[in-house]
């Protein structure tokens, strides 16, 4: 198994023949059509499960879930857990933001800043490089995606996830920095996962909290989310379970959540939460409501610096994949936001229409080829049903 976690970003807009006009707010869309619509690409693609969310700022437009929670299981409920892979980079970007805004922290904070003792093994070109462009993907920071580069973190033998990320850092950053490739340069960023393990070691010699207390207290306490980090199945065996992928048998194995296959703490912050879909929308929705000027604890700007900060110069702003209103390729009169994360074994696609006020939310419980197209044609037919066309 690949020990990566990915962001797919392919064709985010293809075949997305859909209006600019406003959203269709009433519930048009009927729970018998969404579950014979989903079930049946369920059945098409071979897929196991899929939670569905259809949310504005304030309501629960539409909800579901379909399918089991692993092959031969139990019905998925809308109340499982889910991994979020990548689209957890949103929930720590949050943070980022909300310590910026108390000072323990700056958008500009420098590597060397942050970590003075670390300067004399740093390598000088990552000593400049600030909070911001890490979580970012500016830093030039190995992607952490590859079995290859998983295998480099067994040489930290700390178990305390702070004191891992630490010792991490110290390593990375005495690494040579990856120079851009022409595509990395056309698009203004290359992902990287190791960039937010550094970010949450930046956090958490500031703070002097370790990243997870710092989510729940900061995150998923005040926003009411029941989040577990990891395999949400390791602490209760019901919960969903991922499914790999078996290419010369061509079937999904469920993935035992207690196996050697797990998420190393160090990249954790890179995306390494489980949550319902339930949960998932309320983080959504303080999104939508903050773009939309309308959060009471955090103003406009402080949403905009997180989804569209760096959109004039690449398409990745702090946890967010940002196409501008104004692009070509861009069939909204909206900006967009969207993410797309997996570590393998599950799959979430998320995207958000702010002007619209809508967002769209799937998550599968396996992540192969056909799950992830399963997936486009789910989130496609919800957009085409919520969003009038032209």
Not at 230 to 251: M, S
Request: hydrophobic share 35%; glycine share 4%; proline share 3%.
């Amino acid at each position: 198994m690949a020990k990566k976690i990915i962001i797919f970003l392919v064709a985010i807009l293809c075949n997305i023949q859909l209006a600019t006009a406003q959203t269709k707010v009433e519930k048009k869309l009927n729970s018998d059509s969404l579950a014979n619509y989903v079930q049946n690409i369920i059945k098409t693609h071979n897929m196991v499960g899929v939670q569905v969310a259809v949310t504005s700022s304030t309501e629960t437009i539409n909800l579901g879930a379909f399918g089991l929670r692993r092959l031969e299981g139990d019905s998925l409920k809308v109340s499982d857990k889910m991994h979020l892979g990548s689209c957890g980079k949103a929930m720590t970007g949050y943070l980022a933001g909300i310590l910026v805004k108390k000072k323990v922290l700056r958008w500009d904070s420098t590597l060397e800043e942050v970590f003075p003792e670390l300067v004399k093994t740093m390598n000088k070109k990552f000593r400049k490089v600030t909070f911001s462009e890490l979580l970012s993907h500016q830093s030039k920071l190995p992607p952490f995606f590859t079995d290859e580069e998983w295998k480099t973190l067994s040489r930290f033998t700390e178990e305390n996830p702070q004191k891992r990320r630490y010792s991490f850092t110290k390593w990375v950053l005495s690494q040579k920095p990856i120079p851009f490739k022409r595509e990395d340069r056309k698009a203004g960023f290359r992902y990287s996962n190791a960039g937010y393990g550094v970010a949450a070691a930046m956090i958490e010699k500031m703070a002097n909290k370790e990243w997870e207390k710092l989510m729940q207290e900061q995150v998923f306490l005040p926003l009411q989310m029941n989040v577990t980090f990891g395999w949400a199945a390791r602490e209760d065996i019901q919960q969903p379970w991922g499914h790999t992928f078996d290419e010369e048998k061509n079937v999904l194995i469920p993935h035992n959540p207690n196996s050697e296959y797990q998420m190393d703490s160090i990249l954790s912050p890179a995306g390494n939460m489980s949550m319902s879909i339930i949960d998932y929308t309320k983080f959504i929705q303080k999104n939508l409501l903050g773009l939309n000027g309308l959060d009471k604890e955090h103003n406009k700007e402080f949403y905009e610096y997180l989804h569209y900060f760096n959109i004039e110069n690449s398409e990745y702003s702090i946890g967010w994949y940002s196409i501008h209103q104004s692009d070509e390729n861009n069939p909204f009169d909206d900006m967009v936001s969207t993410h797309s994360g997996s570590a393998d074994t599950f799959f979430c696609i998320n995207f958000v229409l702010p002007k619209h006020n809508i967002a769209i939310l799937v998550i599968a419980n396996s992540a192969n080829e056909e799950t992830q197209t399963g997936l486009k044609k789910i989130r496609n037919y919800l957009l085409r049903n919520y969003v009038e066309m032209k």
